[in-house]
């Protein structure tokens, strides 16, 4: 078992073409050069707009531990089972069911590769037609025949709706270009009239649950409560080439674990809540008894969880919480995760790296069913507002009225299965 940290694009992709899952720890500024001809939507106003409506897309919780999107591709459409990521660009099929070639489907001589946290997907790049759903078909999308790859099971790909910036170093022969990606397309063939994305997830309660609402266009009002807290991309890299944030404080219970501005990123392609090293350490100093096991999970003593205490972040100026529940793996799933039956396992998780050595945090999909996300590519700001999921305050109705079950590991067994790259000389 790992931790699932897999669809985070590593760093490494930026400047190497290499498959090494070992991200660098410093970041080199020159590269921001790459990105002042594109920022996350200025698109000019004048493009044809066809269509005036949100186009809302059902995304399923596969393994409670992964969001998947039903992407057909070429025409007629086959469909395959995508992992909807924020937190890269590059859209690849053939993981699993084969990429297949239909009379739109362009070879374009470029050969597409990312290095994510944990794995790679890589192969020839075609130009094709995309169905996200019946309004929304795109033509001429860059995506991947993932020839080489990391191997995940249950799913066939990754839709790729990051920032355009992350596509760079992509591709090759011709390194340096930038990939236009679903949003882009979708922006420039008057698709959607904002590149703008708003994501519905959910605590899932059965494996396969077809719980989140993607929105590509907009904001579905219907989908959160009260008012969208906006923050802008963040100025830190690496953070600031995804969708990246300052947070400006954290506590656990009367903890803290960071009270500076700190930079991560918000990503639908990770399950768990990671903070940096130092962060999580002090976290897990907090709750007497919990233990890192193995590298791999977060071991918390049932006698402790009494006392546990919610961990708050404060973005721009409103406090979200992670309430006790959602910091707690359900019990009752250790078995269909092969975790140790019985053992309490955490929802949060250590990076890999002390902080100021990369992203510094990662809300990814725990914290993400509790609170609604809205990606702005026009404005180049994150919003998150409360939802139906948000916890109760905890001397509202106890911090343990959420059922366990409700809260979800991120947990995946992944076997690696490198096949040969035949089309790279
Ligand atoms: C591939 O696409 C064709 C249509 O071009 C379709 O008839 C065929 O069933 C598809 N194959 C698979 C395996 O989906
Ligand atoms: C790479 O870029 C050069 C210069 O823009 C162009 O002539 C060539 O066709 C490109 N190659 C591919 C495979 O796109
Ligand atoms: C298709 O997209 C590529 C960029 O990915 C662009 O260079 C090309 O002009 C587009 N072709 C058409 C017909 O729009
Ligand atoms: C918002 O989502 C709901 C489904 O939860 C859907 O019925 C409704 O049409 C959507 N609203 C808009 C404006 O797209
Ligand atoms: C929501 O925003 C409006 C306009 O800025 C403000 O008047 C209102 O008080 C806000 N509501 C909450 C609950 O913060
Ligand atoms: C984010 O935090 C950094 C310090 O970590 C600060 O320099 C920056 O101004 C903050 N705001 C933005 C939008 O990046
Ligand atoms: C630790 O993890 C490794 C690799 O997954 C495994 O082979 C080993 O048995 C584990 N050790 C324990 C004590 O669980
Ligand atoms: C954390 O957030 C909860 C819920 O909003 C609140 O009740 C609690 O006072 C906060 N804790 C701190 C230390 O701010």
Redesign the pocket.
């Given at each position: 078992m790992l931790f699932l940290f897999i669809l985070i694009v590593s760093q490494i992709a930026f400047f190497s073409r290499s498959a090494s899952a070992t991200p660098p720890l410093s970041f080199p500024l020159t590269k921001v050069d790459f990105r002042t001809a594109a920022s996350r939507g200025s698109y000019d106003t004048a493009s044809t707009l066809k269509r005036q409506?949100?186009?809302?897309v059902p995304v399923t919780n596969l393994n409670y531990f992964q969001y998947v999107m039903y992407v057909g591709v070429g025409v007629p459409p086959t469909y395959y089972s995508l992992v909807v990521d924020t937190g890269s660009s590059i859209t690849f099929v053939g993981t699993g069911k084969p990429y297949n070639r239909t009379s739109t489907s362009i070879a374009t001589g470029q050969n597409l590769e990312v290095t994510y946290d944990l794995g790679y997907l890589a192969g020839p790049e075609y130009s094709d037609t995309i169905t996200l759903s019946p309004d929304l078909v795109i033509t001429n999308q860059s995506i991947g025949d993932a020839v080489t790859y990391t191997d995940w099971p249950g799913v066939d790909g990754v839709l790729g709706i990051g920032p355009v910036d992350l596509t760079v170093g992509s591709s090759s022969p011709n390194i340096t270009s930038l990939v236009p990606t679903v949003m882009d397309n979708a922006r420039e063939q008057g698709l959607i009239q904002q590149q703008i994305m708003g994501v519905?997830f959910a605590p899932a309660s059965t494996d396969n649950e077809p719980n989140g609402?993607i929105?590509f266009g907009?904001i579905?009002?219907?989908?959160f409560i009260g008012n969208i807290t906006y923050v802008p991309i963040t100025s830190t890299y690496p953070a600031a080439f995804s969708w990246g944030i300052n947070i400006t404080s954290c506590v656990y219970g009367e903890t803290t674990i960071f009270s500076t501005s700190t930079a991560g990123i918000v990503d639908t392609g990770t399950s768990l809540v990671a903070l940096a090293d130092d962060f999580f350490a002090t976290y897990m100093a907090a709750i007497p008894g919990s233990y890192y096991d193995n590298q791999t999970t977060f071991v918390i003593p049932s006698s402790s969880i009494a006392n546990m205490q919610p961990l708050n972040f404060t973005i721009g100026s409103t406090v979200f919480t992670m309430d006790v529940a959602a910091q707690l793996i359900p019990v009752d799933q250790d078995s269909a995760w092969g975790d140790d039956p019985g053992v309490q396992y955490g929802t949060i998780g250590p990076l890999g790296h002390l902080s100021g050595q990369g992203l510094d945090f990662i809300l990814g999909q725990k914290f993400l069913e509790i609170y609604y996300a809205v990606f702005d590519g026009e404005n180049n700001r994150v919003g998150l507002a409360y939802t139906n999921h948000t916890p109760p305050l905890p001397e509202a109705s106890g911090a343990l009225s959420n059922t366990f079950g409700f809260y979800l590991l991120a947990l995946l067994s992944m076997i690696t299965q490198a096949y040969t790259l035949q089309f790279l000389s």
């Open positions: 409506d949100l186009t809302n519905s609402l929105t907009g579905n009002s219907s989908l």
